[in-house]
């Protein structure tokens, strides 16, 4: 098979920020017609060598970028938007008080486009975007009033009113259902099929793995390499992210049926969010609550806690003696894993029934008391607003972990298993439910999507 020509060829980028090397040595291409995916755990630069190809970075000096055959040592927001390299964040910057039309259009009327604003054109603009890759949305319709997923199709339209070459997704499944990825999926394979190089971030290794032509693998800020998609599979490819292989070891048995239960609720509601809920949890076992969003988990998990309100007599504890009580009474045996993101590397990591109680000095000792159990390497303290993103999110994704280790409480809870982007943190996290399980002590409690059990 003849491969595509290159769109952008780039050749020793680098990235410094104080004190951290985010990108050493870079070497990547992409190509015309193709779907590209980069795959790495969170921090180990893919998002800013997306911000270095649409010019929000500059690279160190030695850099070589070379676009649609023209060489450059560095690109600007406004150069790449001139060969059509546009990007899709997370947050999709669209305009909630817009609609799809004036959205999808709006490029005509920024600066250097057209003064007059016609309604017509505007819309018949976006009718024309969609159809290209077959999108359905009612072009008069508010942004505001849109499901999570025809606003990430609304931002792929925009980048196709803006004549785009070169379209970059940075995690464009991570709020979507099951259904909607494979909608979204069918659009990038037609801006493939248009010749449009599509670059696809993505820490869910079925989806790179069902939609990629190429993977290229960051770790740690370098380029470990690129393969085409069918000399890879999923177990190989999270090796290549990590340098670890897994292994899993059977689940533990389940605890005996005639075992008195540590938490029981009855008739638990919370107005309109759930109702009449009927739930015993027994010491070691692992607890699945499943749902769409807007089901009324979180809320059910977070009244089970004392965190949010409830009525109808909801809870009774160890020997069935009734445990109703405020949040500002939350009873010692239960512990929320849950945590501030403007907290520390190593307050985020503290049981938060004692965080007030803790010093700096002995806040950090136990989180690195902790963490060494995990594998964790806790530092300094720091604040993760002074990090990128991808280490930021690792932080927020590695304290929950942490935190549920110190104390041996009666009941835990965690959040969606499914969304941890690192596949080591995944593992870890896994390995951390079998031990729960195997306890004759802690029932842990994790929501989830239905769709991902």
């Given at each position: 098979m003849t491969a595509s020509p290159a769109f952008i060829t780039l050749e020793n980028i680098s990235k410094r920020f104080p004190g951290v090397l985010a990108l050493d040595q870079i070497n990547l291409t992409l190509n015309k017609g193709e779907v590209h995916c980069l795959a790495g755990q969170n921090g180990c630069g893919k998002s800013t060598i997306i911000k270095i190809i649409s010019g929000v970075y500059q690279p160190e000096k030695g850099a070589n970028i070379s676009l649609e055959g023209k060489l450059f040592h560095a690109l600007?927001?406004?150069?790449?938007?001139?060969?059509?390299?546009?990007?899709?964040?997370?947050?999709?910057?669209?305009?909630?008080?817009?609609?799809?039309?004036?959205?999808?259009?709006?490029?005509?009327?920024?600066?250097?486009?057209?003064?007059?604003?016609?309604?017509?054109?505007?819309?018949?603009?976006?009718?024309?975007?969609?159809?290209?890759?077959?999108?359905?949305?009612?072009?008069?319709?508010?942004?505001?009033?849109?499901?999570?997923?025809?606003?990430?199709?609304?931002?792929?339209?925009?980048?196709?009113?803006?004549?785009?070459?070169?379209?970059?997704?940075?995690?464009?499944?991570?709020?979507?259902?099951?259904?909607?990825?494979?909608?979204?999926?069918r659009v990038v394979n037609e801006l493939k099929a248009a010749g449009i190089c599509v670059v696809f971030v993505s820490h869910r290794l079925d989806e790179v793995m069902e939609v990629a032509d190429r993977i290229s693998v960051m770790r740690d800020g370098k380029l470990v390499g690129t393969w085409p998609a069918s000399e890879l599979d999923s177990h190989e490819l999270a090796f290549l992210m990590t340098g670890q292989r897994f292994h899993y070891s059977p689940l533990p048995p389940l605890p005996p049926a005639e075992q008195a239960p540590l938490?029981?609720?009855?008739?638990?509601?919370?107005?309109?969010?759930?109702?009449?809920?009927?739930?015993?949890?027994?010491?070691?076992?692992?607890?699945?609550?499943?749902?769409?969003?807007?089901?009324?988990?979180?809320?059910?998990?977070?009244?089970?806690?004392?965190?949010a309100g409830q009525r109808r007599d909801p809870h009774r504890g160890p020997g069935g003696a009734a445990a109703q009580q405020p949040r500002s009474g939350a009873p010692r045996h239960r512990l929320c894993v849950g945590g501030s993101p403007d907290a520390g590397v190593d307050h985020g990591a503290i049981d938060l029934r004692q965080h007030h109680r803790h010093r700096l000095r002995s806040a950090a000792y136990l989180a690195r008391a902790?963490?060494?159990?995990?594998?964790?390497?806790?530092?300094?303290?720091?604040?993760?607003?002074s990090e990128h993103q991808g280490v930021r999110q690792r932080i927020a994704g590695e304290n929950p972990v942490r935190r549920q280790r110190p104390a041996h409480r009666h009941r835990q809870m965690g959040g969606d298993p499914a969304e941890d982007p690192d596949p080591r943190l995944a593992h870890r996290r896994r390995g951390h439910r079998q031990q729960r399980r195997g306890s004759t002590r802690s029932p842990a409690i994790w929501r989830s999507w239905a769709w991902r059990c």
């Open positions: 600007t927001p406004q150069l790449s938007g001139y060969y059509g390299i546009q990007v899709i964040y997370q947050d999709l910057s669209l305009f909630p008080n817009l609609t799809v039309a004036e959205n999808i259009a709006i490029h005509r009327y920024l600066p250097g486009g057209h003064f007059w604003v016609r309604k017509r054109v505007m819309r018949q603009t976006a009718l024309d975007a969609m159809a290209r890759v077959g999108v359905h949305i009612d072009p008069d319709k508010k942004v505001e009033k849109l499901s999570i997923a025809d606003r990430q199709l609304v931002a792929i339209c925009r980048a196709i009113a803006a004549e785009a070459r070169l379209v970059i997704m940075d995690e464009p499944t991570a709020s979507l259902t099951r259904q909607e990825v494979d909608g979204l999926l938490l029981e609720v009855r008739n638990l509601s919370r107005g309109e969010k759930y109702r009449n809920v009927n739930l015993a949890l027994r010491g070691g076992e692992i607890v699945s609550i499943v749902g769409l969003l807007g089901a009324g988990r979180t809320e059910l998990c977070l009244s089970l806690f004392g965190a902790v963490g060494s159990r995990q594998g964790d390497r806790a530092g300094q303290p720091a604040d993760p607003r």
